[in-house]
T-cell receptor, first 116, second 113 residues
Framework: AQSVTQLGSHVSVSEGALVLLRCNYS??????LFWYVQYPNQGLQLLLK??????LVKGINGFEAEFKKSETSFHLTKPSAHMSDAAEYFC??????????????FGKGTLLTVNP | DAGITQSPRHKVTETGTPVTLRCHQT?????MYWYRQDPGHGLRLIHY???????DKGEVSDGYSVSRSKTEDFLLTLESATSSQTSVYFC????????????FGEGSWLTVV
């Protein structure tokens, strides 16, 4: 069974500081990995995804994530936080094969607060 | 805009009453999913569908049933709503192709009193 662990349910940074949101996964097959963002009272929006091409993935809004197989990690980073980045972030894993029906397994989420 | 419409968006219902949430897609995607979101739990899969009349259970399926009679609609039914089913429900769709992305609807807020 696949699982995702997001370290830190709440991360607080100052505007302009580095954002680092941690995600570790467990999967018995090569995984596909995703980061989604959720703004208050809205649905989930895809930030970026890893699908076995480049290990460093660039997404929207200046975010990027690096797939590290040896560490089973897929941490999300952004060099300089903006106030508009305040939201909840979810890491998800899927083995993305027909047999799995492409289901996603989510972490519990990390709430990012950006202080002025 | 991923072409997903959820209805109703907000509903308050009484314990013991049946409730049906509807997910409608305009993308003609094969795969559809229902997730629930609760604080401290992230999103958990309730049921999913891999084609018309083809459905299966997710990790939190007790108390829920689904139906998919046509490609564009996926219905989630709470046969007899309980307070533990107060949650935000998200529908999602996927084409199931390589590099697949799963898109989410805007959510349905359900309160069971």
């Amino acid at each position: 069974a696949q699982s995702v662990t997001q370290l830190g349910s709440h991360v607080s940074v100052s505007e302009g500081a580095l954002v680092l949101l941690r995600c570790n996964y467990s999967s018995s097959v090569p995984p596909y990995l995703f980061w989604y963002v959720q703004y208050p009272n809205q649905g989930l929006q895809l930030l970026l995804k890893y699908t076995s091409a480049a290990t460093l993935v660039k997404g929207i809004n200046g975010f990027e994530a690096e797939f590290k197989k040896s560490e089973t990690s897929f941490h999300l980073t952004k060099p300089s936080a903006h106030m508009s980045d305040a939201a909840e972030y979810f890491c998800a894993v899927s083995d993305l094969c027909v047999g799995s029906n492409y289901k996603l397994t989510f972490g519990k989420g990390t709430l990012l607060t950006v202080n002025p | 805009d991923a072409g997903i419409t959820q209805s109703p968006r907000h509903k308050v219902t009484e314990t013991g009453t049946p409730v049906t949430l509807r997910c409608h897609q305009t993308e003609n995607h094969r795969y559809m999913y229902w997730y629930r979101q609760d604080p401290g739990h992230g999103l958990r899969l309730i049921h999913y569908s891999y084609g018309v009349k083809d459905t299966d259970k997710g990790e939190v399926s007790d108390g829920y049933s689904v139906s998919r009679s046509k490609t564009e609609d996926f219905l989630l039914t709470l046969e007899s709503a309980t307070s533990s089913q107060t949650s935000v429900y998200f529908c999602a769709i996927s084409a199931g192709t390589g590099g697949n992305t799963i898109y989410f609807g805007e959510g349905s807020w359900l309160t069971v009193v």
